[in-house]
């Protein structure tokens, strides 16, 4: 079933109260496609603040809003409520793969605004309140590849995750801190010790999610050295203080909702319609024109279970990101 419209009206949510995985369309841009998981709807809307702007969607649910031109205007806006938090005007567009992270709600004056460019080693950062964005290059080594491959390529980082405003990301057998309290971006490395693979599995797909001031690794792992086969999924918990991986069993309420742009761990579940102790991910390796799956894993009976949100789709759609609550209230279980 589908429902299409314009923008939401009467102070509604544009793309509803439920968290969803929502996708671009491809031939029309302008045009958003979010799937209802709990009855399976599909709901095709026009959001002016996607629409007239490039926009990217943080973990913690807000969207980073910059206006085209070669000065933009930026903002973080509040797709749940509608309300915006004003961001200095940027010296220029932003790259073409870029991500953006917050370091906790951006009402606080302490937050830090964060957007890495994936394919360089720099970063863009501002302070809710300050009047200009400060870029940073870093530098935190080269890949290892064969001599012939000159000259060398620097690494970079690919995702973080905020934990008592200092972001943390993965690099090799190190967890890359970056604190954001002094005058410049301060890097620093503590050892890190990696999960192994399960029997059967030589590659996995990395999720690193905050919760609660938590952090956890979540892997979506593979048969063999192919990525088109998924056959297990295992969450960790990552003590900061050693820093030590725990595996967690079980979720209780609460769901990962992953995606490339954006992940989440949802507190309750049950409060949205959502069956618990699971982990939703979209994987659309071989680049299918309708979107692909939406894989749903079982944490207690290790079982997966695959829907197909547009089957009916020709145009390419985008990879998914999650529209997520922003007014979720922090429980431990």
Excluded at 184 to 189: A, I, L, Q, R
Aim: charge should be negative; charged fraction near 20%; include cysteine.
């Amino acid at each position: 079933m589908e429902e299409a419209s314009t923008a939401g009206t009467g102070g509604r949510p544009p793309l509803g109260t439920l968290p969803v995985p929502v996708y671009d369309h491809g031939l029309n841009p302008n045009v958003q496609i979010a799937f209802a998981i709990g009855n399976g709807s599909l709901h095709t809307r026009v959001v002016p603040e996607l629409a007239e702007n490039y926009y990217h969607v943080t973990p913690h649910a807000w969207v980073l809003l910059v206006a085209p031109g070669p000065a933009p205007r930026t903002r973080l806006w509040d797709p749940r409520f509608g309300e915006s938090v004003s961001l200095p005007t940027m010296e220029c567009e932003l790259p073409e793969n870029w991500k953006c992270y917050l370091s906790g709600a951006p009402t606080m004056p302490s937050c830090v605004m964060l957007v890495l460019h994936i394919y360089e080693p720099t970063f863009l950062y501002c302070h809710v309140g300050d009047r200009h964005w400060s870029a940073h290059e870093y530098d935190i080594g080269n890949m290892k590849l064969p001599p012939e491959y000159a000259p060398p390529r620097k690494l970079t980082i690919q995702q973080t995750a905020a934990v008592d405003g200092k972001f943390y990301f993965q690099e090799t057998a190190r967890l890359g801190v970056i604190d954001f309290s002094t005058a410049t971006p301060e890097f620093s490395f503590i050892d890190y010790p990696h999960a192994e693979f399960p029997n059967g599995s030589n590659c996995h797909r990395e999720y690193m999610v905050e919760s609660c001031k938590e952090l956890f690794n979540i892997y979506i792992c593979f048969k063999g050295f192919a990525t088109d086969e998924i056959i297990m999924v295992r969450a960790y918990h990552i003590d900061l203080s050693g820093p030590t991986l725990s595996e967690v069993d079980e979720l209780g309420d609460r769901v990962f909702l992953l995606s490339y742009p954006n992940a989440q761990l949802l507190y309750s579940a049950s409060k949205y319609g959502l069956k618990g102790n699971q982990v939703y991910f979209g994987h659309n390796v071989i680049g299918e024109l309708d979107g692909g799956f939406v894989y749903i894993y079982n944490m207690e009976d290790k079982s997966l279970e695959t829907v197909r949100p547009c089957p009916q789709m020709e145009e390419f759609l985008h990879n998914p990101f999650w529209m997520l609550p922003t007014d979720q209230v922090c429980t431990r279980e």
